[in-house]
């Protein structure tokens, strides 16, 4: 026997949509980290760093209105951001 008020919850959500300027800039991030990693060395780790330290930001500004599982993963994008500065300053 199928529940009718689980249909109708079902129905009524939306589908997140993505505005152009949230591409644009996961576009320009992602660039950012490939040029940091492919000039390396303290230049990149700088980079990488100042990448690391305003997602950190931003993530903090944002923390109590996300989800407990969006927290764990932007978490975990900054912390593998920051410890990919730290190797390039280091082999750097």
């Not at 060395?41 to 931003?58: D, F, R």
């Not at 209105?65 to 932007?74: E, F, G, I």
């Amino acid at each position: 026997m199928t529940n009718p008020g689980a249909a109708r919850r079902r129905a009524r959500r939306t589908t997140p949509s993505i505005k152009p300027i949230q591409l644009i800039v996961g576009a320009l991030v992602l660039a950012l980290f490939i040029v940091a990693v492919v000039i390396g060395g303290w230049l990149g780790a700088v980079l990488l760093g100042l990448l690391a330290a305003a997602a950190g930001v931003l993530l903090a500004l944002r923390w109590s209105s996300l989800d407990s599982k969006v927290r764990a993963v932007r978490l975990v994008a900054v912390l593998a951001t920051a410890a990919v500065a730290v190797s390039l300053a280091i082999r750097g």
